[in-house]
């Protein structure tokens, strides 16, 4: 990926013999914060959230990054990175993939040593997903209104050291996503998480199914929701 910039989103100059390669993103924000998902949970992270997103699932919490934003170079962002003393990164949105640009910036990140997660929908090819990442990757529930927009054949991609979410609304979901993991074999990828989606599942009862059920996936809270209600930025 690196040295082989993306149409569309980059511009390359030659100027004698050099060649300038300048990337770009459209970015809602980047701030400083505390994951508050995944294997990762608790831990002091940046997040870059780039603009934009091609589903509009109808629990979504971020409708804010659908657009807007600034556009910013990658000398940018890594300018702002670098105030922050912290190497460990989110890439979310929004659907950042949705973006070319992005899978170069996961490469950049992750060559200036940045341990680097990435949140995806799983309706964008993560074939080409800097192999260092650790791809955080949703299969939309029908619940959601865009289960026809996962695109299963990323299932083929994903490492032992990604994860798997499913955001459950109701008990059809549930049902549905224990359906999934069992015929695509998904225990043997990597770890599944399970979250309840806000406002439409209790908690308690996603917990108390999983344990009836004996799952083998990780049950999650949103921590940012309950440390702070889910304020823009945190
Ligand atoms: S994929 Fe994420 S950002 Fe896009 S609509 Fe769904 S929840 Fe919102």
Redesign the pocket.
Known sequence: MRGSPLAGDACVAPTSSIIITMSTLRITEIFYSLQGETSFVGLPTIFIRLTG?P???Q?????Y?FKGGSLKSFEDIFTELDKINCKRVTVT???PLAQRACFELLTELCDKEYAVSLET?GAIDISKVDERVCTVM?LKTPA?E?SDKNKLENLAFIKKSDQIKFVICDRKDYEWSKEMISTHKLNDKCEILFSASHEELAPKDLAQWILDDNLKVRFQLQLHKVLWDDAKGR
């Open positions: 997103c589903l509009r699932c629990y979504c919490d971020t409708e990054a949105g929004g659907e929908s949703d959601s865009e």
